[in-house]
Every structure is written in structure tokens, then in C-alpha cells.
């Protein structure tokens, strides 16, 4: 294919590299493919940051914070050298705190912390983030396939090695394990640990739900939590009850929260489990569910705010499966089939009564 | 280019005038890119800003002596490559002190979807597009496409050949081609056709 080709001339031409032939050549080529020229649209024109996306504002708050450094190095008073000295030290904290980052994030980051030293010690994590309102997709190192649910983090390692293939979730994902006897599957939740050999199935955990829920689809899997093991049957599922305390309450309001996980209802439910995967192909689907779980699963898929005037809609059950429908027409839906009004206010929030 | 041109023009003016204008103006052109280089090594924005802020302070410090570097671009860059390898090392936990490994969410970056016709959802495509590539090709792509530098520039800088250069560009391109033309909308095929 002279494809190939146009890659190369393409590349060249974002670079600014293209020589007056090969300017010729690839009008040419451009002309005898024309699919192609849309690509060519999108590579040429301007992109944008998507980590830091800096404004004008912020380069030159970045600027005056420069200019202040380079005033203390130029000149050096008694006054600049404690400063300088614990700016060391704070810098010593950022650069472990960036491997810090690359581990652990936010919300769990004091218990995975003391509870996985082995992790840390594994170097080069990759870390997937999903925003409310977005799903993704990733493969990982081995072949496995894993969709990532709107609001999720996903850490896997760059390449795996050891015994086990490890990853930490937290949030929805659904996992298509790639069979490997050698090397079980492992994906850790502060809530339970999932051990397969090859299968597909869905873990759903997300702090604010109290709950933490693995439905299996094909094959078998292992769930661990707090030592005890269950043994999931194809379409089965099991949820698992898990509170949050805090338990800063005597020493320093830093401290870690600590997951307790009550083992009442250790119960896998034979359950029709379409619900809980449909979400990876792109629908929103729940069966007779709270209105307030379902405000909070439209707000995470949706990426809007949806809030109750009346507490008590909250405890109202709905089902239903949503694919292309907005969040507005989606709310109608549910409206329609009664028990709520919703109103949609200037700042976007929508309200429940 | 302009952008390369008025790179070199106010490194000559502050090397030569201690043009401290000219030096802000250099900040200010080159502050998004090199943070963002250097945090994809260092793996932090906070640290890399610092990292940018350290290689500024000796641009100012040395300038005298700096009025002989030929290629101001590629100095930079090359200093804060290296500033970054050195943060990198004495994290003692890091065992991989070289541009293999990245911290590609730094590198990331996507069509704007307010300037272009293109859908969210392509957008996702081209940024899983990118992803997947291997770690040095996306830094690549990035020097290239965001940062303007020239291939001979991104080869100085990382030390391989422009020709390597030149296909891991292609590489990248193609990759990012696939991912758009999957989900060119039919009318949109049509009117490239009918053009």
C-alpha cells in the first residue's frame, strides 16, 4: 500500500520537514486517497494538553513563582538559607510523594499504603482515571481486556511479573482475563481481593456505595475478603457490605480511614447479571433500585449533579436500561412511569421533588 | 518554526544584553512544554516545575558563557532532560533512570474539541490510539506535534537518528489515522469524495 507512504509524508508535514517534492507527493497522494485528508485536518491543526492544560494565567503564575526563586538565588542573605534548606526537604517529600502518586491516589491512599508493601516496590505503575460522564477501554501487558466504568481508577503495573498478575480497582470495572494457569489474576479492591485464572467478569466498587459487588460471567473466580474465600458459579454475584469509619478521632486528624468490612450478608445471588455489565456496552442499566443509587449511577455515568428536594423520593424503585437517551429524556422515562417530577435549574443541577 | 526563531532571538538578547524582557518571554513560550517534558520523566508536575524553574535560574546565572550554544532549543531541552534523570535517580526507589519508561499521562494531549469537527467520542479513540504506543514514540509524537521541535532537534535530544525519528512519527501517525478513519461519519467519507 502506498499508505505507508502518506504516514510518513504526514508525519513530515507536522513536523514542518517536508521537502518541495514531497510536498507534490503528498498533494498527490492526498488526492488519490481522500479519506485520508480528514486525518490530515486533525493531525495539523492545534491540540491541546490533556493533564495540564495551562492558561495564560497560569504560565505566568508560573513566571512570578520563578521570579521569585531566582531573586532569593541572586541574592544570598541569612534570611535565604533556612528558606532554601527546607525547600530541600519539601522537595525530598515531593519527590516521594510523586512515587506516591503513581501508586496510590487520593481516597486510598493511607491504607493501601500501610496494607501493600509488596506494591510499592513494583516500579513503574500505570494508572488509568475515568471521569463521571466517560468510559474507557484498556489492554493490559498480558492480553487482558479491561472496560473502566465513569468515576474509576485502575492501577496496573507497566509489565507483570511474579507470581501473580496484580491490579488494584477502585470503582467498576469488567475484566476479560487472559488464561494464563501460571500467573492467577488478581485484582485487589480495599473491599475484597478477586483471584481468576481466565474469565470474564465485573467487579463494581466505588467507596460512596458501601458495597463491593463481583458478578461473574464465564469461567470461575475466587473472591477474598478478610480471609474468607467464596467461589463464584457463572451468572452468579456477590455483594459485600463495606462501611467506612473514620477512626481519626484521638490522634492526629491525618490518619488513615479504615475499611470495616461486616460479614453478614456473605450470600452470592443467582441474579440475572445483564445489569451489571451492560454498562460496557455503553448502557446505563439498573433493576428495581433506589432512586438515590440511581440519581448517583446517572450522575457518575451522566457527569451531572442531581439532587433531592424531597428526601423521601429517595427510597422509590426503578428499573431500567438507557443507551442513547440524554440524562434529560432518561429522567423523563423514569418520571413517566411516576412517583417524582425533576426540574432542571440555571447551573444545571437537576432536582428531584 | 516562528516559534524556534523567537526561541533563539531571545536567547541571543539575553545573552548578550542581559535582556531580562527577552527572559521572561522565553519563559513564557517554553514554560507548558518543558513542564510537561519533564513531568512525563520525573512522573510530577509539582517537581518538574521546579526541575523548569532550576534550568531558568542557570540560564540566567550563566548567560555569558551561554552565548556560545549554537542550538538554543536543544540546550534546554537537553538540560532539563537531564536535570529531570538526575531528580529521578536520587529517588533511590526508582530503579529506571533513562526515557524508556514515562509517565505518558503527562505526554497526553487531544484534537481540541472546540476548534474541530471531531466527536468526543473520536476524540477517546485518538487518545487510546496514542496510548498504546510505546512510551518513547509518544514522546516523540509530542515533541513533534506540540512542542514544534525539528526532527533533528527531538534526535539530538534523545539521542538516536532523525531516521528513527522519522518512522516512529509515521508509526504514530498511522496509528492515529486508524483510529479517525474507523469512525469518519459516512457523509463526511462522502463529502471527501464528492470534493
Known sequence: MTHD??????????????????????????????????????????????????????????????????????????TTMPAKGSNKIFRLALRIGGVAAAVTVLFLAGRMWLGEREAQLQPALQQLVTKTGSRTHVKLPDGTSVWLNAGSKLDYPEKFHGKNREVTLEGEAFFEVLRDADHPFLVKTTACSIRVLGTSF??????????????????????????????????????????????????????PEMPVIKMGTLTPVRDNIMAETAWKDNKLAFKKLPLDEVAQRMERWYGAEIRFKNERKKSLSFSGVFEKESLTEALQALEMSGGFHFTKDNDNIYWIE | MINNELIRLHFRSICTAGDMTAYDELYRLLYSKLVHFSAAIVGSFHLAEEIVSDVFIIIWQKRQELAAVENPVVYIYVSTRNRSLNALQQQKRHRYTSLELLDTDALAMSPDPEHSMISVEIIQKIEMAIRSLPDRCQLIFRLVKQDGLRYKDVAELLDISPKTVDAQLAIAVKKVAAAIRLDMPLELAQAFLFH
Not at chain 1, 492526498?30 to 486533525?42: F, N, R
Not at chain 1, 458495597?211 to 474468607?228: C, H, Y
Open chain 1, 5 to 78: 507512504r502518506i504516514w510518513y509524508l504526514l508525519g513530515r508535514k507536522m513536523a514542518n520537514e517536508l521537502l518541495p517534492e514531497e510536498k507534490r507527493e503528498l498533494e498527490r497522494l492526498l488526492q488519490q486517497h481522500p479519506d485520508v485528508s480528514y486525518a490530515k485536518e486533525v493531525l495539523t491543526q492545534s491540540w491541546k494538553d490533556k493533564q495540564k492544560d495551562l492558561s495564560p494565567a497560569d504560565v505566568e503564575a508560573a513566571l512570578q513563582r520563578h521570579k521569585q526563586r531566582l531573586l532569593e538565588v541572586q541574592t544570598p542573605e541569612e
Open chain 1, 202 to 255: 465485573n467487579v463494581r466498587f466505588y467507596p460512596v456505595e458501601e458495597m463491593a459487588t463481583t458478578s461473574l460471567v464465564t469461567g470461575s473466580v475466587e473472591v477474598t475478603i478478610d480471609k474468607k474465600v467464596v467461589r463464584l458459579q457463572p451468572n452468579e454475584k456477590l455483594s459485600v457490605p463495606w462501611v467506612l469509619t473514620n477512626l481519626a478521632t484521638t490522634t492526629a486528624n491525618t490518619a
